[in-house]
């Protein structure tokens, strides 16, 4: 399973940008699919996510500011970042899991696209 994320890039503080990532492959089905960040020296960590069922999870810092969607038919999540804050700097990772068949599962991650919030 490939994830193919887009958007991000460079944009002043209290602006918006958007990230997409979309998986293709064999899949039967997508249990979890959200967005990480790391900065650099820190751990990887969740931004938010949509899982099946239609539950949304987001990071504390994050909450009020960021949104995140799920087009079922595309398999693409959506990511919107609004009032962005320098601290939101990071490269972001999209990552995905679920199953190929019954039997198989996955859990695939896309390329980083940097994300950068100039003060």
């Known amino acids: 399973v490939q994830l193919q994320a887009s958007g991000g890039g460079l944009v002043q503080g209290g602006g918006s940008l958007n990230l997409s990532c979309e998986a293709s492959?064999?899949?039967?089905?997508?249990?979890?699919m959200g967005w990480y960040r790391q900065a650099p020296g820190k751990q990887r960590e969740l931004v938010a996510a949509?899982?099946?069922?239609?539950?949304?999870n987001f990071a504390e810092s994050v909450k009020g500011r960021f949104t995140i969607s799920y087009d079922h038919a595309r398999k693409t999540v959506h990511l919107q970042m609004n009032n962005l804050k320098s601290e939101d700097t990071s490269v972001y990772y999209c990552?995905?899991?679920?199953?190929?068949?019954?039997?198989?599962?996955?859990?695939?991650w896309g390329q980083g696209t940097q994300v950068t919030v100039s003060s």
């Open positions: 949509f899982t099946r069922g239609g539950y949304t």
């Open positions: 492959g064999n899949i039967l089905s997508i249990a979890f």
């Open positions: 990552n995905a899991e679920g199953r190929m068949t019954t039997m198989t599962p996955f859990n695939s």
